[in-house]
């Protein structure tokens, strides 16, 4: 968590304010800093810590060009400036209020044999849903087909966002003839030189669309903010982090999430409702703390790595969520490169078309409730909709939070839909998969 430099050695400040508990009026009202971006000619980019909502003239035309990416750190890296973790406190109370006895009391369970990730049904079946087999031989599941899936999807994103930064750049251009700008001076990162810059046809490369394709963002722009060179050890670093939390997600989906799942299947055939219970808050713990180490994982160390091998400078993947205080904030900060893309290809284009912040608010909440299903229910090969349900009952939640809760108690009720919630999920899709799969055949013979 101390780097030295997450963007190209950047010394910019963040001030660690504190969130407001309204948390705006929905997931994609965000602030974004948006300054005329990837047209003809990049404009400079603005101080990071002025007002970022830019978007005045969101209503004057879709030919409206976003810059949506500018050179800074991750939180996580010491150059960042940011201290305010004030949210961690609040998440270990609401952990020791939750289990005071400790994560598990009775011990984590370990298996005999080496390690190796074990399936959630894999007792009843002998195959293992979660390598890719289905009962039956039927077609490869689980998490292979998470991750092509996840990857087409993202696929799709990028060029649906290389498409509409294209045409806007069509459209101004067709419109004012190409403008000619006086070049400024970029900011200079890790004491580099100034980026060259690429004005619209001519980013109409395979080059160009392969870096982008490949760089840790969903949102296209004509130039990227660059980071001069390669660090060494930064790189390493996160390599390193990659490897060994890959290991320790692994050690603990096995030795600690994959027996509570399994114990949890005989009280819900038995539709025992207090072991039901029991065995989600036991669930809780651990299904919260691999999210969490995902999270890092997946959103410093993985981005920050690939990041760093195309010099890519926009490291802010993600900002101070931990410190919601509603939960239209976490869902503005946890995923930035998502949320990024949701405000400038879905929300802001549908108030252009004259739909009123709130139904574009339910618009985003709906597109995100049916990818989460769509990456759910097509490697299990079962339709059951407790993803999109999850996702859409966070628009009354996010009224209740924001309207009863205030300050620490609306930080500690985020924490706790957090650490509620995603068990819940993954019991009921366990549980119909179980009985989809295992009794129904039985019951039949």
Request: hydrophobic share 40%; glycine share 8%.
């Amino acid at each position: 968590m101390g780097d030295r430099g997450g963007a190209g050695g950047s010394r910019r400040r963040r001030t660690g304010s504190r969130p407001s508990s309204q948390g705006g009026g929905g997931p994609a009202e965000e602030e974004v800093r948006d300054v005329g971006a990837g047209g003809d000619a990049p404009a400079p980019a603005p101080a990071p810590d002025k007002d970022e909502n830019r978007d005045s003239d969101v209503g004057s035309g879709h030919w409206d060009l976003s810059r949506c990416h500018h050179l800074q750190d991750s939180l996580f890296s010491s150059d960042s400036g940011f201290s305010n973790y004030r949210g961690i406190l609040n998440w270990c109370v609401v952990m020791l209020v939750r289990h005071p006895g400790g994560p598990h009391p009775g011990g984590v369970p370990v298996p005999e044999g080496p390690l190796q990730l074990a399936c959630p049904v894999s007792s009843y079946c002998g195959q293992c849903l979660c390598c890719g087999c289905v009962p039956g031989g039927e077609a490869p599941g689980g998490v292979g087909s998470v991750l092509a899936l996840t990857a087409y999807t993202i696929l799709f994103l990028k060029l649906v966002s290389y498409r509409d930064v294209n045409l806007w750049c069509r459209e101004r251009r067709a419109k004012a003839k190409a403008k000619a700008k006086a070049a400024s001076a970029s900011k200079k990162a890790n004491g580099g030189a100034a980026q060259h810059t690429v004005s619209y046809p001519h980013n109409l490369t395979y080059r160009d669309l392969y870096y982008f394709l490949l760089a840790p963002t969903l949102c296209y722009e004509l130039n990227f903010p660059r980071s001069p060179r390669i660090r060494k050890r930064f790189l390493l670093r996160r390599l390193l982090e990659m490897l060994f939390l890959t290991q320790l997600q692994v050690g603990l989906i096995q030795q600690w999430m994959v027996p509570t799942i399994q114990n949890s299947m005989k009280p819900f055939k038995d539709m025992d409702y207090s072991r039901i219970i029991e065995r989600l808050l036991k669930l809780a713990v651990p299904n919260h703390l691999i999210w969490l180490i995902f999270f890092y994982w997946f959103f410093h160390s993985c981005m920050n790595a690939v990041a760093e091998l195309m010099q890519f400078g926009d490291r802010e993947f993600y900002r101070d969520w931990w410190n919601s205080e509603s939960v239209t904030y976490f869902w503005q900060n946890w995923n930035i490169p998502v949320h990024k893309w949701c405000l400038r290809h879905f929300y802001k284009p549908m108030l252009r078309r004259g739909s009123s912040k709130w139904v574009a608010s339910t618009g985003v909440f709906f597109a995100s409730a049916f990818f989460h299903e769509y990456l759910v229910s097509v490697p299990l090969h079962m339709f059951r909709l407790w993803a999109f349900t999850g996702m859409m009952a966070q628009i009354p939640l996010a009224w209740i939070v924001s309207r009863f809760f205030r300050g620490n108690y609306g930080n500690a009720a985020v924490w706790l839909t957090l650490i509620i919630g995603q068990p819940v999920a993954v019991l009921m899709y366990v549980h119909d998969y179980y009985v989809l799969n295992y009794e129904a055949p039985v019951a039949g013979a």
